[in-house]
């Protein structure tokens, strides 16, 4: 009776949140006014965040038992339903989603090799938009072969092919669930938190449920290698790996870190053995986009991928455009800037990579405790901090996976405290090229550290300089361990 009274005010909260969302907002703003629109996003996710708050709060102070976990996965149903009903009012990626997946099942045309604008009459097909015309598939051949498999079920149609984009991601988002809960059995984690961060997390509901970004497959691949990793299904951890990175590329960096678990624990040949199946699954799903042999124009995509947007390298590099606006002579200034930020930020993500796989192979002990953290580690300082360019939903391709951490970790309150404030993606907010990521990534990463200092040291008996300390000593345990978790 008391964890019903504890959730119901949550529920409620969010429920409330999700149907304002699915009843008044729109792909275009239905009112006319994109004053009325920004108010109904911000009560959204206002609503959504505090909600959720709520009911993490609530769940802190419950016990973990399969009554209360079987409330808070029956409370998803009407949750998601809402979710699915929301129009994709923050994206047109779904419009992207089926253009390639039309090229391919609708018309034979490669979409790694023909974008959309070299299509005869290509503006007088209405399965295909102008977005992004000009460029080719920028997503995974794997998630090209699925975009063809749902336009091609839904026989062209418009309309039937989003709702089958966003039913493909409630699939995904069950499977996660059940992965995660799995995963928390393994790492001793309380199995009713586990789910409810990922069930009812409203950035993933709406990014992910309402707006249908792809991500979330991401997301799920990863929670699969980290829940299959230390069970009798090993096996297909690097081929889960593999398929993920097929959808989007950014499992890529934690194949050393999978390959050096399952050699610890598995022996070589076994791990031989999950490599080759893993390169025969990538033979597989890519050839059909190969064998003809068709030059693959990834150029245009990489200068996408890379350009500063909404990230940490933002704050730096739109300030140094502007100067060099004002002062023609100061020009020379940005391509430098951007050529040290995207270094700088492809070195921190490969000396991660290196320190943890340096640290792992000497302790000759990596727990799967360990191997959680790390991998959730590299894809946050990949996707949030070394990132060019950095979108809310980029987070679902590891906020899932949070939810297997221990409740103590600071790791996972670090992910909350930013995913919570990717809430203001939504919003104006993120049209700020500089002040979007300060409020939406400086401003929780400080606020994470000043909790952790303040649980670290009594409040009062700390000076500046120690509170500094303190701080950079929380980041460095962060990403590398001082000792092997046994």
Not at 59 to 64: A, E, T, W
Not at 115 to 132: C, E, F, K, S
Not at 231 to 244: D, Q, S
Not at 294 to 301: E, I, L
């Amino acid at each position: 009776m008391a964890a019903r009274r504890l959730m119901a005010l949550p529920f409620l909260i969010l429920f409330v949140s999700l149907a304002v969302a699915a009843l008044l907002l729109d792909y275009t703003p239905r009112f006319g006014s994109q004053a009325i629109r920004q108010i109904i996003i911000w009560v959204v996710v206002a609503l959504g965040g505090w909600g959720f708050w709520r009911g993490y709060c609530a769940l802190r102070v419950l016990p973990d038992c399969a009554s209360l976990r079987r409330r808070v996965v029956l409370a998803m149903l009407p949750l998601w339903s809402l979710a699915v009903a929301t129009p994709a009012f923050d994206s047109v990626d779904l419009a992207g989603y089926m253009n390639n997946g039309w090229l391919r099942e609708g018309m034979g045309i490669n979409p790694y090799a023909v974008p959309v604008n070299q299509v005869p009459g290509w503006y007088t097909i209405p399965q295909l938009r102008d977005h992004w015309p000009g460029t080719v598939c920028a997503y995974g051949f794997l998630f090209a072969r699925l975009s063809g498999q749902v336009v091609s079920l839904a026989g062209g149609e418009r309309d039937l092919a989003y709702l089958g984009f966003k039913l493909l991601n409630v699939l995904a988002l069950a499977l996660t669930i059940w992965f995660v809960d799995r995963a928390c059995q393994q790492n001793g984690t309380s199995r009713t938190q586990g789910v409810f961060l990922v069930g009812w997390n409203p950035l993933i509901l709406l990014h992910g449920l309402a707006n249908g970004h792809n991500d979330l497959l991401s997301g799920l691949g990863l929670v699969a290698v980290l829940a299959t990793i230390h069970t009798r299904w090993w096996w297909a951890a690097l081929p889960l790996l593999a398929a993920t990175a097929l959808i989007k590329y950014s499992t890529i960096p934690l194949a050393p870190l999978v390959i050096l678990f399952l050699l610890q624990h598995r022996g070589w040949k076994r791990t031989l053995a999950s490599a080759i199946a893993s390169l025969a699954l990538v033979i597989a799903i890519s050839w059909p986009f190969l064998q003809d042999g068709t030059v693959q124009n990834f150029s245009r995509n990489f200068s996408n991928v890379t350009v500063f947007l909404n990230s940490l390298g933002s704050v730096v590099i739109h300030p140094v455009h502007a100067l060099g606006e004002a002062i023609p002579g100061l020009a020379f200034i940005e391509p430098r800037a951007a050529f040290a930020l995207k270094a700088l930020g492809g070195l921190t993500v490969l000396g991660l990579v290196g320190g943890l796989m340096i640290q792992r192979t000497r302790a000759r002990c990596y727990s799967f405790e360990a191997f959680v953290r790390d991998a959730i580690a590299v894809q946050f300082v990949m996707i949030v901090i070394a990132s060019a360019k950095f979108l809310g939903w980029y987070t679902l391709m590891f906020l899932p996976a949070v939810g297997i951490l221990p409740v103590s970790s600071s790791l996972r309150k670090l992910c909350l405290f930013v995913s919570l404030a990717q809430l203001g993606s939504f919003t104006f907010v993120t049209r700020a090229n500089v002040i979007g990521p300060l409020l939406m990534i400086v401003l929780p990463i400080y606020l994470w550290y000043r909790d952790a200092a303040s649980h670290r040291v009594p409040h009062m008996a700390v000076t500046s300089s120690a509170r500094f300390s303190e701080r950079w000593h929380g980041l460095i345990k962060l990403v590398f361990q001082r000792r092997a978790v046994s």
